[in-house]
């Protein structure tokens, strides 16, 4: 049974820091990509960055460029996302997602967690 099981949202002030954690199981991590992903109130889901698992190539999307950082821990599954200089629209529920890396469509989703930046 695959599972992926976000942990490290919370509330943070406007210019502070928060790390995301995202542990997988069930899955042959080698083989797949995985993906942080974003959805604001009122709003669609938005693609934040991934991460090959071999060899640790990572993607992002724009707009997150230099304040978001993914990686990974081979020896915990766990996947991280860091992220500084925190926003107050970057509130949101983030989520963590699975998908082969030949595969384009994310097949495994996190339950998500709660992302709240005060101004």
């Known amino acids: 049974q695959v599972q992926l099981v976000e942990s490290g949202g919370g509330l943070v002030q406007a210019g502070g820091s928060l790390r995301l954690s995202c542990a997988a199981s069930?899955?042959?991590?080698?083989?797949?990509?995985m993906g942080w992903f974003r959805r604001a109130p009122g709003k669609e889901r938005e693609f934040v960055g991934s991460i090959r698992w071999i060899g640790g190539i990572t993607v992002y999307a724009e707009s997150m460029k230099g304040r978001f950082t993914i990686s990974r821990d081979n020896a915990k599954n766990t996947v991280y996302l860091q992220m500084n200089s925190l926003k107050p629209e970057d509130t949101a529920v983030y989520y963590c997602?699975?998908?082969?890396?030949?595969?384009?469509?994310?097949?495994?989703w996190g339950q998500g967690t709660q992302v709240t930046v005060s101004s």
């Open positions: 069930g899955l042959t991590l080698s083989t797949y990509r």
């Open positions: 997602a699975a998908r082969k890396d030949s595969f384009q469509n994310y097949d495994y």
